[in-house]
C-alpha cells in the first residue's frame, strides 16, 4: 500500500507540473497541443480526433469540388 501510495504522490506532482509548464507558453503556441493538454487527452483520442478531421477536410474538398460548398479565402 505504501509503494500504491508513493506512485500516487508522484502522478499527483506530474500533474501539477505540467500545469505549470502549460501556464508558461503563450497562449497561442502551439493551439492544437496546448488544447489537447488543457482537455486531458488521451494518445488514442487525439488519433481518433485527426482522424475525424481528416475525414471532414476530405468531404469538405469533394462538396467544393461539386460546388456544394463555396469557398473563399481568408486572405481576402
Not at 21 to 33: D, E, H, K, R, Y
Not at 36 to 45: F, M, Q, Y
Amino acid at each position: 500500500m505504501k509503494e500504491v501510495d508513493n506512485f500516487l504522490r508522484i502522478i499527483e506532482k506530474l500533474e501539477y507540473h505540467q500545469r505549470l509548464i502549460l501556464q508558461m507558453l503563450p497562449a497561442n503556441a502551439n493551439s492544437f497541443n496546448r488544447f489537447i493538454l488543457e482537455n486531458d487527452l488521451t494518445e488514442n483520442e487525439v488519433k481518433q480526433l485527426k482522424e475525424m478531421c481528416e475525414e471532414m477536410n476530405m468531404k469538405m474538398e469533394e462538396e467544393k469540388a461539386d460546388h456544394f460548398v463555396i469557398f473563399f479565402s481568408a486572405l481576402l
